[in-house]
């Protein structure tokens, strides 16, 4: 059996990350009983200067992508319609608004921790994506901690805090120094990077081509 260590650089706000997981779900299913996976989400911030009140999100993609609302909502529209297909929840897409999501990642970083980082991921999106809900408003990030079984008075705390800033900054610049530009990106066994996402047959088929380099673990 084969092992892999799995860094998923990723933002709760970032639709294609959502849909990234999911088809990286179907490719580790693909290779079960031959490989085995660490997975571990690392923090990239797509809206790192974003005011507290946040931007309307047809606003804020015209703007950053210079394309009509026409072509934007189409585009969330197409989003939409693979999430659906993966099991994913992107109906209220279109009403969101762009947020920072420092908060989030630093939550993220505490869930590790406690063996609920997945779990805590998956949940961030469904509020983001299925509720249009702000992630990052610290009621928001307790109800997802708690929904997904961890304590929601220390997140509580955790969020009144700057708890795990320091880390947050620190992976998020080591990352960005080691050409991450855009996210998701999946780093394999710390050394191989697949951008986008991609569909589960390419990374299946990447997985099965990096663990033949590995050396096979007990």
Not at 92 to 102: G, L, V
Not at 164 to 186: D, L
Request: glycine letters at 8%.
């Amino acid at each position: 059996m084969n092992h892999l260590t799995l860094d998923i650089v990723s933002d709760v706000a970032c639709p294609w990350c959502a849909i990234g997981y999911k088809r990286l779900e179907l490719a580790m299913a693909e290779v079960e009983g031959e490989i085995t996976f660490d997975v571990r989400w690392q923090p990239f911030q797509l809206n790192p200067d974003m005011p507290p009140e946040g931007e309307d999100i047809l606003e804020h993609l015209t703007g950053k992508y210079g394309r009509s609302a026409e072509e934007m909502q189409a585009a969330q529209q197409q989003m939409t319609d693979i999430a659906h297909g993966l099991g994913l929840d992107f109906s209220r897409m279109q009403e969101r608004r762009a947020h920072n999501t420092f908060d989030a990642h630093r939550l993220l970083a505490w869930a590790a921790g406690q063996g609920r980082q997945t779990a805590l991921n998956l949940a961030l999106f469904d509020a983001y994506f299925g509720q249009a809900l702000n992630p990052s408003d610290p009621a928001v990030l307790q109800d997802a901690a708690e929904s997904v079984g961890l304590p929601g008075d220390a997140a509580r705390q955790l969020l009144s805090s700057d708890d795990y800033a320091e880390q947050v900054r620190r992976e998020e610049a080591y990352y960005k120094q080691a050409g991450v530009t855009g996210v998701p990106a999946f780093i394999i066994a710390g050394r191989y990077v697949i951008s986008g996402a991609q569909e589960p047959q390419t990374l299946a088929n990447a997985f099965r081509e990096i663990a033949a380099e590995q050396p096979a673990s007990a």
